[in-house]
């Protein structure tokens, strides 16, 4: 075995038995490069990535392949999801050098770091040919790679400079965005227009606060479109709920099979945000099955969530393929069915518009059950009993199949995406497993990832932290514990928020750039400062850190974090080109308009009111509250014994108070 063995990430020691010499990143390992002077090979995956396992099997699990990198490289495994750190610099590197990323991400550089060349998926010759013409110009001709090498820095680094912007009114700039977006709007199945189809969620969170605050009742319609079609699609599992990754169509039907945490997180508090304008059933469905698959098959005893499932899994002759725990072909589907295949066949599409490919079917809806029921001479109610009864029994069966490979170390940043879902599922349905769930996941961050020193850790598995954490880790979990106060009204979770604030404002704020860097200044630098700006399926950790210091400079009237906030948002949002990469930031801005309020709730019943106020969705209000007097500076002497008071605010300055929530709540809403 090679050195991974010693590692604990699922994806390193899948590679543990390889021929490859594969080392982990770190300061030996770096520091070997350099003695020995030698380039390093940086491959870059995870676990659940079907193309990486493709190319370990094909490459790295192959002796002549292993003979070539092992004889003239340092060879290094990263797990992306682990290290995104290292992920991230070397993926803008293969965007600058091919205008395209991906993983599996492979990258040769320089004995001190640099890159020089690299791409993603590559065939086995091809990629012992492309290393030995490398190592051949690395000793013939030395000078051109560190040319190359030099010229890929600067452009690296350039990428980090935010230029500064003259623009006087931002405002003036956010329709014209949102009109170019929605060029690039699929109005048949919702989404983008094109494939493969990522949910995006943030993308329209976004979308839905925008049309509503701004009565733009067609950008609603297209949300409801789209959140309606992915919940119909094969991208979700009707039958055990959570989605997948993305789908490789423009109808969300056949996906890439990967489960990954951080996906259903976003999900969950998409959907309930979507229920609470809607009250769509579909969307509650959709919740209460994702949460339950989150539950089942993810939640730990320790109340932490794992990783990810991976798309690939054993088929009846034992081999590894993708998807399949999650196809069925029509023959196995009659057999289970029985005598409700026809029925069965029109609502999940068994019929060209459901094929996959050879004789499999991914499961997808196309129509509602109303229409459904018409057509059939059934009543809904019947249509929807026996819909729950086809999805129990394939369940049934599906389970007694092989499993997809679980990833089982815990992400702090994931944790704090899915800790939020569940918050967010408890606002919108009052379910109180779900947040006894959520303070189970704070309670197990508290205590096993935020260490005496202050700092969080990135990642735990078999009882141990490991990694310094990242910005990732500090803003989701500050926007985590403050949307646990907003259902408890318990100011321990702004404390904790405001001294994780208080921790990445020393260790991960740059002054000179007005952002915050991915790395905390106690890690070893990499090759060039990482300022995460753009957000991805994952909203970037200095959009939800500028969200987040918003929040809490109203909680403390703390006019340092406020200026802060706003000088993030106003250096991004002149420079937006493409708003899809930017909706946080848009989302962020729009907690600057005129239309934002705060309400404060001071009464003996305030966690009671507080709940009907959740269940409504009003995106632009800040709301606060307490028990008894409160010495949060929002709060400070706004508690009266016996009665009930209803603080509208806006712009710093508040209404005289009401004494009866539904007057405040009009107030709110006006």
Same mark, same amino acid.
């Given at each position: 075995m090679n050195e991974l063995s010693k590692e604990t990430s699922p994806y390193l020691?899948?590679?543990?038995?390889?021929?490859?010499? !594969? /080392?982990? !990143?770190?300061?030996?390992? &770096? *520091?070997? =490069?350099?003695?020995?002077?030698?380039?390093?090979?940086?491959s870059i995956g995870y676990s659940a990535c079907h193309w990486c396992h493709v190319m370990e099997h094909e490459s790295f699990e192959d002796n002549e392949v292993a003979q070539t990198m092992n004889a003239h490289f340092t060879n290094i495994k990263v797990d992306r999801e682990e290290r995104p750190d290292v992920d991230a610099v070397y993926m803008k590197a293969i965007q600058i050098m091919t205008g395209r990323g991906g993983w599996p991400l492979n990258i040769v550089t320089l004995p001190d770091g640099r890159p020089i060349w690299g791409g993603t998926y590559f065939r086995k010759n091809e990629w012992i040919n492309s290393l030995e013409q490398l190592q051949e110009l690395y000793q013939s001709q030395p000078e051109k790679m560190l040319e190359y090498a030099e010229k890929l820095q600067t452009g690296l680094e350039s990428l980090s400079i935010i230029p500064e912007s003259k623009t006087e009114v931002l405002q003036d700039l956010i329709l014209p965005l949102i009109e170019k977006w929605k060029k690039s709007f699929d109005n048949d199945f919702g989404g983008m227009a094109r494939a493969p189809k990522f949910m995006m969620p943030n993308n329209y969170a976004f979308l839905m606060r925008y049309g509503f605050q701004n009565n733009d009742q067609a950008l609603l319609d297209f949300v409801d479109l789209t959140l309606t079609k992915m919940a119909y699609g094969g991208l979700f599992d009707t039958i055990d709920g959570g989605f997948s990754r993305y789908s490789v169509d423009m109808k969300w039907h056949v996906p890439h099979f990967e489960k990954m945490l951080y996906d259903n997180g976003q999900l969950v508090s998409l959907y309930a945000d979507a229920y609470k304008r809607t009250k769509n059933p579909l969307y509650k469905e959709v919740i209460e099955k994702t949460l339950s698959f989150v539950t089942r098959e993810w939640l730990t005893d320790e109340g932490a969530f794992y990783s990810a499932l991976d798309a690939d899994s054993l088929n009846q002759e034992a081999h590894l393929e993708e998807g399949a725990f999650y196809v069925w072909t029509e023959i196995e589907l009659k057999e289970i069915l029985k005598e409700d295949f026809d029925l069965f066949s029109i609502v999940f599409n068994i019929n060209p518009f459901g094929h996959w490919e050879h004789d499999h079917y991914v499961l997808i809806q196309s129509q509602t059950l109303e229409a459904i029921s018409k057509q059939n001479e059934i009543s809904v109610v019947a249509l929807q009993t026996k819909k729950q009864q086809w999805e129990k029994m394939l369940y049934a069966v599906r389970e007694n199949r092989s499993k997809p490979r679980l990833d089982d170390k815990c992400l702090t940043s994931w944790n704090a995406l899915m800790l939020k879902g569940f918050v967010d599922a408890? /606002? =919108? &349905?009052?379910?109180?497993? +779900? &947040?006894?769930?959520?303070?189970?996941?704070? =309670? $197990?961050?508290? @205590?096993?990832? !935020? *260490?005496?020193?202050?700092? &969080?850790?990135?990642?735990?598995?078999?009882? @141990? %932290? *490991?990694?310094?954490? $990242?910005?990732?880790?500090? =803003?989701?979990?500050?926007?985590?514990?403050? %949307?646990? +106060?907003?259902?408890? $009204?318990?100011?321990? !979770?702004?404390?904790?928020?405001? @001294?994780?604030?208080?921790?990445?404002?020393?260790? $991960? +704020?740059? /002054?000179?750039?007005?952002?915050?860097?991915f790395k905390s200044d106690l890690d070893e630098a990499l090759i060039t400062t990482h300022y995460e700006t753009e957000d991805n399926v994952i909203p970037a950790s200095n959009s939800i850190i500028a969200k987040n210091l918003y929040r809490l400079s109203i909680y403390f009237n703390h006019s340092y974090y406020e200026k802060i906030s706003t000088e993030m948002i106003h250096k991004i949002i002149p420079n937006i080109d493409y708003p899809s990469a930017f909706s946080n930031w848009l989302d962020a801005f729009l907690n600057l308009s005129p239309q934002q309020k705060e309400l404060a709730i001071c009464s003996k019943d305030a966690v009671l009111f507080s709940a009907q106020y959740n269940q409504e969705y009003i995106p632009n209000v800040v709301i606060a509250g307490t028990t008894q007097q409160s010495s949060l500076p929002f709060l400070a002497e706004r508690f009266v014994e016996q009665k009930n008071l209803f603080y509208v605010c806006q712009n710093k300055t508040c209404d005289l108070p009401q004494e009866h929530f539904e007057a405040a709540f009009k107030d709110l809403t006006s």
């Amino acid at each position: 075995m090679n050195e991974l063995s010693k590692e604990t990430s699922p994806y390193l020691l899948q590679h543990a038995n390889n021929p490859v010499h !594969w /080392k982990a !990143w770190n300061s030996n390992t &770096l *520091s070997q =490069a350099k003695t020995n002077n030698q380039l390093i090979i940086v491959s870059i995956g995870y676990s659940a990535c079907h193309w990486c396992h493709v190319m370990e099997h094909e490459s790295f699990e192959d002796n002549e392949v292993a003979q070539t990198m092992n004889a003239h490289f340092t060879n290094i495994k990263v797990d992306r999801e682990e290290r995104p750190d290292v992920d991230a610099v070397y993926m803008k590197a293969i965007q600058i050098m091919t205008g395209r990323g991906g993983w599996p991400l492979n990258i040769v550089t320089l004995p001190d770091g640099r890159p020089i060349w690299g791409g993603t998926y590559f065939r086995k010759n091809e990629w012992i040919n492309s290393l030995e013409q490398l190592q051949e110009l690395y000793q013939s001709q030395p000078e051109k790679m560190l040319e190359y090498a030099e010229k890929l820095q600067t452009g690296l680094e350039s990428l980090s400079i935010i230029p500064e912007s003259k623009t006087e009114v931002l405002q003036d700039l956010i329709l014209p965005l949102i009109e170019k977006w929605k060029k690039s709007f699929d109005n048949d199945f919702g989404g983008m227009a094109r494939a493969p189809k990522f949910m995006m969620p943030n993308n329209y969170a976004f979308l839905m606060r925008y049309g509503f605050q701004n009565n733009d009742q067609a950008l609603l319609d297209f949300v409801d479109l789209t959140l309606t079609k992915m919940a119909y699609g094969g991208l979700f599992d009707t039958i055990d709920g959570g989605f997948s990754r993305y789908s490789v169509d423009m109808k969300w039907h056949v996906p890439h099979f990967e489960k990954m945490l951080y996906d259903n997180g976003q999900l969950v508090s998409l959907y309930a945000d979507a229920y609470k304008r809607t009250k769509n059933p579909l969307y509650k469905e959709v919740i209460e099955k994702t949460l339950s698959f989150v539950t089942r098959e993810w939640l730990t005893d320790e109340g932490a969530f794992y990783s990810a499932l991976d798309a690939d899994s054993l088929n009846q002759e034992a081999h590894l393929e993708e998807g399949a725990f999650y196809v069925w072909t029509e023959i196995e589907l009659k057999e289970i069915l029985k005598e409700d295949f026809d029925l069965f066949s029109i609502v999940f599409n068994i019929n060209p518009f459901g094929h996959w490919e050879h004789d499999h079917y991914v499961l997808i809806q196309s129509q509602t059950l109303e229409a459904i029921s018409k057509q059939n001479e059934i009543s809904v109610v019947a249509l929807q009993t026996k819909k729950q009864q086809w999805e129990k029994m394939l369940y049934a069966v599906r389970e007694n199949r092989s499993k997809p490979r679980l990833d089982d170390k815990c992400l702090t940043s994931w944790n704090a995406l899915m800790l939020k879902g569940f918050v967010d599922a408890y /606002k =919108a &349905l009052h379910d109180q497993n +779900y &947040l006894e769930i959520a303070h189970q996941n704070a =309670a $197990f961050i508290i @205590q096993k990832l !935020w *260490s005496p020193e202050g700092n &969080l850790l990135h990642s735990y598995k078999n009882n @141990q %932290a *490991s990694i310094n954490g $990242f910005l990732e880790d500090y =803003a989701t979990v500050i926007e985590a514990f403050i %949307a646990l +106060y907003e259902v408890t $009204f318990d100011e321990k !979770w702004l404390q904790y928020s405001k @001294q994780l604030a208080d921790y990445s404002l020393e260790h $991960f +704020y740059d /002054k000179t750039s007005s952002f915050f860097t991915f790395k905390s200044d106690l890690d070893e630098a990499l090759i060039t400062t990482h300022y995460e700006t753009e957000d991805n399926v994952i909203p970037a950790s200095n959009s939800i850190i500028a969200k987040n210091l918003y929040r809490l400079s109203i909680y403390f009237n703390h006019s340092y974090y406020e200026k802060i906030s706003t000088e993030m948002i106003h250096k991004i949002i002149p420079n937006i080109d493409y708003p899809s990469a930017f909706s946080n930031w848009l989302d962020a801005f729009l907690n600057l308009s005129p239309q934002q309020k705060e309400l404060a709730i001071c009464s003996k019943d305030a966690v009671l009111f507080s709940a009907q106020y959740n269940q409504e969705y009003i995106p632009n209000v800040v709301i606060a509250g307490t028990t008894q007097q409160s010495s949060l500076p929002f709060l400070a002497e706004r508690f009266v014994e016996q009665k009930n008071l209803f603080y509208v605010c806006q712009n710093k300055t508040c209404d005289l108070p009401q004494e009866h929530f539904e007057a405040a709540f009009k107030d709110l809403t006006s």
